[in-house]
């Protein structure tokens, strides 16, 4: 018999530094048949990477007064700079001496032109609007192309796009080929699936070869919809041309991969490497990430093999490929008997239950706290629906009000441009900021920020009066947070609660929302105690938590377990939660502590 306290050291925590002393050389392929036993683990302050400002304290751009010290000119007119050793080899190097020649380069940087001072419209104009402001510049060849290169960089609606092809289709007559691929570029880059529909069905039908980029565009924006083979089709092909890109390649195995063709995915994967193609970490991530939710030895036996490819060939991965190597390793492991834990992931049966119980009882039924109209409900299943699969979905007014320490939508009180004093009441004090100069980033926008770092495709749940110019809702920072993530916005009377478990549950197990709400009032809605229990396991294997939150500087959520919180067995040995004596449980909360029984 043994008991054992589940705590923060099942996450994985390594430390470079305790490898090397306890085992100086380790080779992939001496890692342990039994994943989640790691060789040595440290405490998490151990794994925190070196603030790069403490190895080099140079800025990344010269500011005047260091041009002074940094750059003296002689007569010859040659700029001699004073030396400053760094590592040829060690990380950052390079960005260091690119950002050296770029202060050079600003010193004679040339002056503006009618093409850098091209701005595209905030909204829709009409087809003598457009006529005005191509008269305007006049002098400007091929108006229409740079107008959409400048839409494109600006992240303009697509209705503003539109508007311009409609002018242009009425003053030509038809609309070229070079147009419709700049506005393919702006449909991709906002991830409007209906759109990339329409422009690849008329491509189609008009062209009977599509040049290079054509097609990667095409590839990228059906690979991740429901059309995904269709990318496929394309990628083939272009193999009769030439040798398609890592990128053509890796929207492919993306697509494959969040369809659950997993073999297909590993053909391509293998295919890229035969052609002397180096992945992208986005694309390696892509397999681990999938691998969290997949429990095939094969499967596992495959994400063993790219590690080692990743040995071979010295790939170093970056942090969020880092991060999603580090959630497959973690698992439900008894410390006493090494035996796993029952998985909290719901079976393909409980999920399709579970999805079908949420939205006939919750989301279409009679829930009493739902606040919404079967209108609003609709025009957002068809917006999800038109969406490629979300990896998270966030509550943003929830989230928005995470510490009431700040304002809703303020975090952090930095230096700016403006001077503003005034008496701020903080942390129950009353501090006197006199010509203070102050800058507002949301806490929304930090935790969007954070997620879309780690390549997540994104959905913020809002309420219309977000976007109104408020001190609590900033309009460039809420642009800041479209530029990230999908968004919609219901009803200021609404309830968000069934917008989010509908676009959670519709775009797969493997979705995760986050939210402090514990949607209690939605559960006791569903019919009978069976549905309630798989609600209540899919909601702890799929709620993401906010635990640690330090404005502009520390972003951490609650740890999401692995495995279910039943009494269980294998047989030879029982695992049973139970409650400690010193602690008061709710009902919503399970047991930290568990019995193990082993039979001798």
């Keep these: 018999m043994a008991l054992f306290c589940q705590t923060s050291s099942w996450l994985l925590h390594t430390s470079l530094k305790e490898c090397q002393m306890l085992c100086p050389i380790l080779h992939l392929r001496q890692l342990p048949t039994v994943f989640g036993c790691l060789i040595c683990t440290t405490s998490p302050q151990f794994a925190e990477p070196l603030d790069p400002k403490i190895i080099c304290k140079g800025t990344p751009k010269l ?75 006049g002098t400007i060849r091929k108006f229409e192309e740079l107008m959409l290169e400048q839409m494109i960089a600006h992240r303009s609606p697509l209705d503003v796009a539109k508007s311009l092809l409609v002018a242009l289709a009425d003053r030509q007559g038809d609309i070229s080929y070079a147009i419709l691929v700049k506005y393919l570029t702006l449909c991709v880059a906002q991830n409007n699936v209906e759109e990339i529909y329409d ?44 040798t398609p890109s890592k990128g053509n390649y890796g929207d492919c195995i993306k697509g494959a991969l969040i369809n659950q063709d997993l073999d297909l995915a590993c053909e391509l994967f293998y295919e890229m490497i035969a052609n002397d193609l180096m992945p992208y970490l986005d694309t390696i991530q892509a397999f681990f990430d999938v691998g969290k939710s997949v429990k095939d030895d094969h499967w596992k036996a495959k994400l063993v093999q790219i590690l080692s490819f990743l040995r071979d060939n010295q790939v170093y991965p970056g942090e969020a490929l880092m991060q999603s190597i580090r959630q497959w390793f973690i698992s439900g492991q008894c410390p006493s008997c090494n035996q796993y834990l029952e998985d909290i992931n719901l079976s393909p049966e409980e999920y399709n239950i579970l999805k079908e119980k949420i939205i006939k009882d919750v989301i279409q039924g009679t829930d009493a706290f739902r606040k919404t109209t079967p209108q609003e409900l609709e025009g957002f299943q068809s917006f999800v629906n038109k969406q490629p699969p979300f990896d998270v979905v966030i509550d943003g007014l929830n989230v928005a009000r995470i510490s009431s320490k700040y304002n809703p939508s303020q975090t952090i009180w930095q230096k700016s441009t403006c001077r503003w004093p005034r008496m701020l009441k ?37 309420r219309k009066h977000m976007l109104n110019r408020t001190r609590s809702w900033d309009r460039k920072t809420m642009d800041a947070v479209q530029k990230k993530a999908d968004i919609f916005f219901t009803e200021n009377v ?25 949607l209690r009032d939605h559960k006791a809605c569903l019919p009978d105690n069976l549905t309630r229990r798989l609600f209540f396991k899919w909601q702890r294997g799929h709620q993401m938590v906010l635990s640690n939150y330090v404005p502009g ?16 067995t294998t047989g030879s040995t029982w695992h049973i939660p139970y409650d400690d004596c010193l602690l008061e449980r709710s009902s919503y909360e399970v047991p930290t502590k568990w019995l193990c029984l082993q039979l001798k």
């Design 553 to 568: 500087k520390r972003i951490t959520f609650e740890p999401v377990l692995k495995y279910d919180t039943i009494v269980q």
């Design 494 to 518: 609404s309830e968000d609660d069934p917008f989010l478990l509908y676009a959670t549950l519709h775009s797969g197990s493997h979705c995760r929302f986050v939210t402090r709400d514990l």
């Design 63 to 137: 500011k005047s007064r260091e041009k002074e010290d940094d750059i003296s000119q002689n007569r010859a007119g040659r700029y001699n700079f004073s030396p400053r050793p760094f590592n040829l080899f060690a990380a950052g190097a390079s960005k260091r001496r690119s950002e050296t020649q770029d202060s050079l380069a600003d010193i004679t940087k040339p002056t503006s032109s009618k093409k850098m001072i091209l701005r595209p419209p905030e909204k829709p104009l009409s087809v003598e609007e457009w006529g005005k402001m191509k008269e305007e510049f």
């Design 426 to 462: 903080h942390n129950s004090k009353l501090i006197r900021w006199s010509h203070v100069k102050f800058r507002f980033k949301t806490q929304l926008l930090d935790v969007v920020l954070h997620l879309a770092n780690h390549n997540l495709r994104l959905l913020v749940l809002g």
């Design 199 to 242: 422009i690849h069905d008329i491509m189609k039908a008009r062209y009977k070869v599509l040049e290079t980029s054509a097609s990667s565009l095409l590839i990228r924006g059906l690979s991740g919809s429901q059309r995904w083979k269709e990318g496929l089709s394309l990628l083939e092909k272009m193999k009769k041309v030439i």
